[in-house]
């Protein structure tokens, strides 16, 4: 990059300059360096994609560990004025070594050739009077070892510039933030979903498949009903697990299907009733006008409501309201607390975590616990603030 734009400046330095003799060519030459320097920074200062291939570079080339390092171009004044200055300085840095590579071999040769040489001696007067004929072969090794330490320093430093220069800048680092949380929620939602309606299935055909066995031999009805209960429930989840697997998906294979609203609350209801637990609902307020994002979000809380029932308090009688009206939905789901409790399972308590994110994400919120006896669960979630 910095060639063509020295070999420009090589040509109109001299238009402006009367250079003639060695020495002011010599100065010409380093005239034209110096202004051609600024030309290649302003590369980095117009164009911003180039942080990324001087990012690459510097990984290969330079060994910087990449996490040093901006990750994609440089569109902010900020970051484009660190890519000039990395520019000017990397291309001041290759500028001598390869002016150094280009000069000092000759040199070094003639200096070792010189003692040697009665006829180079007549021709170099000046650099025979110069190094004595004993030192010019050190000389010239000496020359060869400075170009070599030269291009080494270089290379260090360099390599110690460009994580200040290449680096991340605040706005890198705020949107690498803001990735990092994107995927954080993302997984976080999908824990959740995971959770809630997995879970929630597999809780009611354990339920159903113990009570279908305890019951196989004196009332095969029973059973057979239970069964068909597994069936249907199992569907639905395999429905619900393709949904929200496709969020791990890109491409058009992804099922497109939607997630559960309070539209399906009766078919839930229904499951839950079929796997031995007594639930009575009371809904004041019309579901079809919800925004989707309230209904789903209030199908899952009530799901996993009803999921930790089954789990933790068996077969016991659920009363369920819910009150919606213009500006919020209040959910409240009650049920007595057993007195056999089951063992403590790892990861205990995700579920009532994922009710208190889903009514926060909304700008709600929910509580749990039990008093008097009684396992109560609350949630209010904002209806005008979902954009209704």
Known sequence: MLMPSFMVTSVIVPMVRDSTGTDRD???????FGVALPLTGMVG?????????????????????????????GYGWAARWRTALWFLA?????????GMSLAAPPAAFVLVVLPFSVPMQRGFPAWHRAVPGALGPLAGLALMLLVVATAWGAGQLLARLAPVLLGPVPADRLAAAE??????????????????????????????????RRVLDADPEFARQALT??????????????TVLGLLREDDTASTAPAPTLDALDALLDRTRAAGLTVEAVVEGG???????????????????LSNALRHAGQVTVRLQLHIDDDELTLVMENPVTESKPAARAGGGLGLRGIGERARLLGGQAAAGAHDGVWRLTAGLPIAKAGR
């Open 90 to 98: 990397h291309n001041a840095a290759g500028g001598i070594v390869s």
């Open 179 to 212: 990735r990092r949380a994107a995927d954080l929620a993302l997984r976080n939602r999908l824990a959740r979903e995971l959770h809630d309606s997995v879970g929630h299935a597999l809780s009611a055909v354990t339920l159903q498949a113990t009570a279908a």
């Open 287 to 305: 579901c079809a006008g919800l925004p989707p994002v309230v209904s789903r979000e209030a199908y899952r809380i009530v799901q996993e409501g």
């Open 26 to 32: 010599i100065t010409t030459q380093l005239i034209a």
């Open 229 to 242: 209960a597994i069936e249907e429930t199992t569907r639905d989840a395999v429905a619900e697990l393709d």
């Open 45 to 73: 200062l117009v164009v911003g994609p180039v942080r990324s291939l001087a990012v690459g570079a510097v990984r290969s080339f330079c060994g910087v560990p990449g996490k040093l390092l901006a990750d994609g171009p």
